[in-house]
């Protein structure tokens, strides 16, 4: 009995400790990204890698989803001899839901994985004792590039995820299920206000700065994990958790912007 | 050629997603870069329910303007209705505005009917004549409960 209620008191603490040193990470990194002097290559450095290098998986991710709401959409409105509104069914679910959360899910697993797992490699190694060492600020060269690079990858990514899905909509809606293709484009014009497109760009931002927060916590504090393990298996580890987290923690704050800002 | 570096890259990628945010802000969002030319006019209705801000406003069935807001006159109770008309079309002050539907579960839009009158309707003119939204609820009861 008495053990059950220490662990519960250890498993609070902990819980605690790391979640004060998520806010003393996010302020010291904020404070690094305000701070100059001002480094533009790093930043320019890690958009090509969290960016540029997901502009494929997000293509073709897009693609698929676009089409996949376009075929649901036309065989569920047909039903009600609506298929006219079928563009504005897939601009708005694109907009509003589906766009942000789909890039962000995109974006942990191929580079939130890829941040936590390089960072956590470094703090393995001892690269980031070393940098302390040349007296180089590990938060203003490691981390704050990432955090700016990831606020401006994700809702570029997230607008071109948009319009690709939109096409993908326009692929099995208007050329192969014969919905007409003005009805299509006019429909979504009138139906998508300046609210939605800003609920889409907050919402990106927000995921943007979720994601890579994670990824870096995680990483840059594998030592005081409380699993203890080292090596490479505490890099496998810490970098599972920080997918997770993510990902969990995207579809759960979708839910609060959302219901936040759209009542 | 030139192989492509990682600023050009990069460059591409950030012009790549401005190009698609801009897109969607100017033909969805209602963000006019060039002010299209139109011209206020109100109109007051019974009841518009079902009416949006945004909703189209149709003339033989072409789209001439939106509605701009709507507002409660609390004196009279009736819906006050501000409409952007395209400088394109001019209307007569004995024009009709009618809310509809577009299909049965459509939106509502506002149709306009020109009427036969020689003088014109002025920026800021109020269209008398109008025609409420009708109610499939309320014309279903008034035939079950009245054909007693």
Same mark, same amino acid.
């Given at each position: 009995?008495? =053990?059950?209620? @220490?662990?519960? %008191?250890? @498993?609070?603490?902990?819980?605690?400790?790391?979640?004060?040193?998520?806010?003393?990470?996010?302020?010291?990194?904020? %404070?690094?990204?305000?701070?100059?002097?001002?480094?533009?290559?790093?930043?320019?450095?890690?958009?090509?890698?969290? =960016?540029?290098?997901?502009?494929?998986?997000?293509?073709?991710? %897009?693609?698929?989803?676009?089409?996949?709401?376009?075929?649901?959409?036309?065989?569920?409105? *047909?039903?009600?001899?609506? @298929?006219?509104?079928?563009?504005?069914?897939?601009?708005?679910?694109?907009?509003?839901?589906? %766009?942000?959360?789909?890039?962000?899910?995109?974006?942990? =697993?191929? &580079?939130?994985?890829?941040?936590?797992?390089?960072?956590?490699?470094?703090?393995?190694?001892?690269?980031?004792?070393?940098? @302390?060492?040349?007296?180089?600020?590990?938060?203003?060269?490691?981390?704050?590039? *990432?955090?700016?690079? &990831?606020?401006?990858?994700?809702?570029?990514?997230?607008?071109i995820f948009n319009i690709v899905g939109i096409l993908g909509g326009y692929l099995a809606g208007v050329v192969l299920l014969g919905v007409a293709e003005g009805a299509y484009f006019q429909g979504m014009y009138d139906s998508v206000v300046w609210a939605d497109i800003r609920l889409c760009l907050i919402k990106s931002l927000i995921f943007g700065l979720l994601i890579v927060w994670i990824a870096t916590f995680k990483g840059y504090f594998l030592h005081l994990d409380r699993s203890g393990v080292f090596g490479a298996e505490g890099v496998s580890r810490i970098t599972t958790d920080a997918v997770v987290l993510a990902s969990v923690t995207i579809l759960v704050w979708d839910y609060l912007i959302g219901s936040l800002i759209l009542s | 050629m030139k192989k492509m570096n990682l600023e050009m890259i990069v460059g591409l990628f950030l012009l790549a997603g401005f190009a698609s945010f801009s897109w969607i802000a100017i033909k969805m969002g209602d963000i006019k870069f060039f002010m299209e030319d139109s011209y206020p006019v109100t109109a007051r209705f019974v009841s518009i329910s079902g009416l949006k801000e945004g909703a189209v406003v149709e003339l033989a069935g072409v789209k001439v303007g939106k509605v701009s807001s709507i507002s409660l006159d609390s004196s009279e109770y009736e819906a006050v209705v501000k409409l952007n008309i395209s400088d394109q079309v001019q209307l007569q002050d004995d024009s009709i505005a009618s809310i509809r539907t577009s299909g049965i579960i459509g939106d509502r839009y506002i149709k306009l009917t020109p009427g036969g009158s020689e003088e014109f309707l002025t920026p800021g003119g109020e269209i008398v004549e109008t025609e409420s939204s009708i109610s499939l609820e309320e014309l279903v009861s008034k035939y079950i409960f009245d054909s007693k």
């Open positions: 009995m008495r =053990g059950m209620i @220490e662990k519960t %008191g250890r @498993e609070f603490l902990y819980l605690l400790e790391t979640i004060g040193r998520m806010g003393i990470f996010f302020t010291t990194t904020l %404070g690094n990204i305000l701070r100059p002097p001002y480094h533009p290559y790093p930043v320019i450095r890690q958009v090509y890698l969290i =960016g540029s290098r997901s502009v494929i998986v997000i293509l073709v991710t %897009g693609l698929f989803t676009g089409l996949v709401l376009g075929l649901q959409g036309y065989h569920n409105l *047909k039903q009600f001899g609506s @298929e006219e509104l079928l563009g504005s069914a897939v601009a708005l679910s694109l907009i509003q839901e589906l %766009g942000p959360v789909l890039t962000a899910l995109m974006v942990i =697993g191929r &580079a939130g994985s890829a941040i936590c797992a390089e960072i956590g490699i470094m703090r393995n190694s001892e690269q980031i004792d070393a940098l @302390e060492c040349m007296a180089i600020d590990p938060y203003k060269y490691l981390i704050a590039p *990432k955090f700016i690079a &990831a606020l401006i990858s994700l809702p570029v990514l997230t607008f | -």
